[in-house]
């Protein structure tokens, strides 16, 4: 018998392997997220909108992204969180806005976004522009078509919007959010989950 060849149990010493009574190695694996992996070396964030303030049902534009980096920036979910609508009569209506221009007033007004790394322990930030809207601010989507109007039910104020994009360089998002018919007083917040795709695949 050529021992070269033979796997040894090794167990608990750190350099040899561990062969199971029926002659088969035993490994372990860990297997993470794309994004969990990017937020283990600092490169995802939460990006927010401030609470948006609504006197009426007035649709506005409450986040805008893009993405200035040579990698790609993906947008995993995004929260939005609502509170009471006083007077509302039906839904919340929530629209997603692929690559708007560079124009409307929530590029003119130009009030920045927060942003948060989701790894405490780093401080990098995204290669973004980044603005969070109030209410009657506008988004210009140069005659392309608007993302599909989403329900969102007054019941929950809590929804987890599972949206998995992908923002090559130089590409945008923006998030525009209408509170219910009838509403004299409400209040939104959207929360965007962010990081750069860090596979190199």
């Known amino acids: 018998m050529n021992h070269s060849n033979m796997v040894k149990d090794g167990t608990g010493t750190g350099i040899l392997a561990k062969v199971t009574q029926n002659n088969r190695l035993a490994s372990e694996s860990v297997v993470i997220t794309g994004e969990d992996d990017a937020i283990r070396i600092g490169e995802g964030w939460q990006i927010t909108s401030a609470p948006v303030a609504f006197t009426a049902s007035t649709q506005s534009a409450i986040l805008y992204v893009r993405n200035l980096d040579k990698r790609v920036l ?7 969180v609502l509170g ?3 007077g509302a009569a039906g839904d919340w209506t929530f629209q997603v806005l692929r690559n708007p221009e560079d124009t409307g007033t929530i590029i003119s007004n130009a009030v920045a976004a927060g942003i948060s790394n989701s790894n405490h322990g780093s401080a990098k930030s995204p290669d973004v522009v980044a603005y969070r809207g109030v209410e009657g601010d506008t988004v210009d989507l140069g005659g392309l078509g608007t993302g599909v ?19 090559p360089t130089g590409s945008s998002i923006a998030f525009r959010l209408t509170p219910p018919p009838s509403t ?10 962010f990081y750069y795709d860090t596979s190199g695949l």
Do not use: F, K, S
């Not at 109007?149 to 923002?167: K, S, Y």
């Not at 004299?184 to 989950?193: E, S, Y």
């Open 149 to 167: 109007p989403l329900p969102i039910q007054t019941q929950e104020n809590r929804t987890v919007l599972p949206l998995g994009r992908q923002l």
């Open 84 to 86: 009471t609508a006083t």
């Open 184 to 193: 004299t007083a409400a209040t939104g917040v959207l929360v965007t989950h």
């Open 74 to 80: 993906v947008l995993d979910r995004a929260v939005l």
